[in-house]
């Protein structure tokens, strides 16, 4: 099974209506821990507006759950 990431490259991709659409990134890591690894430094680059981790199952972890895991706390 995989888990998968997805992020703007932010750059401007095709034109839509009046808004410019951002090209999506996917990467797709085995494990879970590779995956939030990679989530928690794109996260702290601070380049990219949206990041996206989803399970084995397809369902997106996000909220105190993803920050959870990523290793976030409140200070």
Request: charged letters at 30%; glycine letters at 10%; hydrophobic letters at 35%.
């Amino acid at each position: 099974m995989t888990y998968r990431i997805s992020y703007s490259d932010g750059s401007a991709g095709a034109i839509i209506g009046e808004n410019e659409a951002e090209t999506r990134l996917i990467e797709e890591y085995r494990t879970e821990a590779e995956a939030l690894r990679r989530a928690r430094e794109l996260l702290e680059a601070g380049e990219h507006d949206a990041i996206s981790v989803r399970d084995r199952s397809g369902n997106v972890l996000y909220g105190v759950c993803l920050q959870l895991r990523l290793g976030f706390l409140a200070e």
